[in-house]
């Protein structure tokens, strides 16, 4: 998929699309990070309306963008491993990715939101090794802050075998959904009409927001922004789903395996830098 992106200019069009996609791409701070619904809703509408009055393009692509947000938002993204609570999560968060595809797709007939599964091209020793990277970081770092911090404990008691199959199954469907929506939905809507630095920089602010409710508090943006950032920066140099998505996950298994051994510390006792 081939993005063309204007350069930014400095001239006020330019500056009151800035602001419209702030606006849109902030509220999820105070819709998930801060909580503040229904003012969350606020900015998002005045977004839209403001990129609607320099941008009808950047406005339809924003509201689409605030539309996945406001289909989130309609649950609590409290780490729930009840029937109901994964059901709803399974729904909520599947459409707040097919809607705004549906939508873009068959009513906009636009391709900007697209899946890219099969690139063509093989992974380099450099993605393989960064693979790599990511489980040994993981590994040295999440301990600690899981533990220390107590964050863990924003995630529910593990009580039997079925509950962490469970945990197993939400940490990596939660995890490839990041990517579905927070990658190929809001990124790359923001990545037709802004340079790939600023379109990353808005996205990361949905995706940093969303992920804090999840549970990722205390010194927790420390990791998940720049998290947030490489991700956006990896799709956007490798077109592969695939790859950003093996990234997460395999982030994600330490991140299973910590919230085990936090729960029930004589399990998956390996960690040398747990407290």
């Not at 509220?27 to 990070?33: D, G, K």
């Not at 969350?40 to 996945?68: C, E, F, T």
């Not at 590994?139 to 533990?147: D, G, K, R, S």
């Not at 995630?155 to 990658?183: C, M, S, T, Y």
């Amino acid at each position: 998929m081939t993005v063309t992106v204007p350069e930014l200019r400095a001239d006020t069009r330019t500056t009151v699309r800035i602001v419209a996609a702030v606006l849109v791409c902030g509220a999820a701070i105070l819709l998930f990070a801060v909580h503040v619904r229904p003012l969350g809703y606020v900015p998002l509408v005045l977004g839209v309306a403001l990129a609607a009055a320099v941008d009808r393009r950047l406005a339809r692509d924003l509201a689409l963008i605030g539309i996945g947000q406001a289909i989130i938002s309609t649950i609590s993204l409290k780490a729930d491993l009840s029937n109901a609570g994964m059901t709803r999560f399974a729904v909520v968060l599947s459409l707040a990715v097919l809607v705004p595809w549906a939508i873009s797709r068959f009513v906009f007939r636009d391709t900007a939101i697209q899946f890219p599964v099969g690139t063509g091209r093989r992974w380099t020793r450099t993605q393989w090794l960064y693979l790599a990277i990511v489980v040994a970081f993981g590994y040295l770092v999440l301990p600690y802050y899981f533990i220390s911090s107590g964050v863990y404990m924003n995630w529910p008691d593990l009580d039997g075998g079925g509950d962490i199959a469970r945990l197993f199954v939400g940490v990596n469907a939660v995890g490839l959904w990041d990517e579905l929506f927070f990658i190929c939905v809001v990124f790359a809507l923001l990545r037709t009409h802004f340079p790939m630095w600023l379109a990353n920089l808005l996205q990361s602010l949905v995706f940093v927001s969303f992920l804090w409710e999840l549970g990722y508090r205390e010194w927790g943006p420390v990791l998940t922004i720049p998290f947030a950032l490489v991700q956006g920066w990896i799709f956007a140099r490798t077109k592969s789903l695939p790859y950003v998505v093996a990234v997460h996950l395999l982030f994600d298994a330490v991140v299973f395996a910590v919230l085990v051994h936090a729960h029930h510390p004589e399990l998956l006792d390996i960690f040398v830098t747990a407290p």
